[in-house]
């Protein structure tokens, strides 16, 4: 993985087309901004991680799951 | 005269093979987030009405399937704000009111773990047969929103 150190506004091109700026950094959080033609889609990382493991639910019983889950709404 | 209606057959690794009239498909122009290219799929209801649960499962890939499940009945309150950029990005206002869907997630060794994604709920426009998944930015919706509490699980004793 290519690994670069960057500071507050500056920025990256990754491409001809998608611009990346480092907006602002706050202890562990930093928010940045993208620039990007509107086909590239951009997702949170652990969105995509989500809906891969939802993509091929297991063979368990959703009819159990189920009971648990009416039983609970019943209680509410 | 109505030409006879085209049936599909394809084959689900979960539901085995599968005879759906093509009309029942359901297009996905945009894809399912992580599939961007599998785009035709049918909603299947193997309780007939009895479960909290939907499968979308897709045509052409065995493999793919999602739960799906009506928000309302686990989050209340759950809905949609209209200015979310993403609802723009579908032209919703020139939609009819879609139906509304969360993609539920069972994770395989600990099934009593299961959430719902609404952070990025399926809508579902029924009288074009389209779905689109959107991402919600500006509700701070949880991605994994358990369904189940640890209280929902012990051995079912009265509180």
């Not at chain 2, 065995?62 to 309302?72: D, G, R, T, V």
């Not at chain 2, 993403?86 to 299961?114: C, G, W, Y």
């Amino acid at each position: 993985m290519l690994v670069l150190s960057r500071k507050k506004d500056e920025k990256l091109i990754i491409g001809d087309n998608i611009e990346i700026t480092i907006v602002d950094v706050k202890g562990e959080t930093v928010k940045i901004g993208i620039n990007a033609p509107t086909e590239i889609k951009i997702y949170r990382g652990e969105l995509l991680d989500a809906m891969r493991e939802a993509a091929t639910p297991p063979e368990v019983d959703l009819g159990e799951l189920e009971s648990k889950l009416k039983k609970k709404k019943d209680i509410e | 005269m109505s030409e006879p209606e085209t049936t599909l057959r394809f084959h689900s690794s979960r539901f085995g093979d599968l005879e759906i009239p093509e009309s029942k498909t359901i297009q996905a122009p945009e894809g399912i987030i992580g599939f961007p290219d599998i785009t035709r799929y049918v909603l299947l209801d193997p309780s007939a009405g009895q479960s909290l649960f939907l499968w979308l499962q897709a045509v052409d890939d065995p493999n793919l399937a999602f739960i799906l499940a009506n928000p309302l009945d686990f989050i209340p309150g759950y809905t949609l704000e209209t200015s979310e950029p993403d609802l723009m990005r579908i032209n919703i206002s020139e939609k009819s009111h879609p139906a509304l869907f969360v993609i539920v997630t069972v994770p395989q060794n600990d099934p009593d773990k299961i959430s719902a994604n609404l952070l990025a709920p399926i809508l579902y426009f029924e009288d074009e047969n389209s779905i689109y998944q959107v991402v919600l930015e500006s509700g701070n919706w949880p991605l994994r929103q358990p369904l189940l509490a640890e209280d929902d699980l012990g051995s079912g004793g009265v509180q």
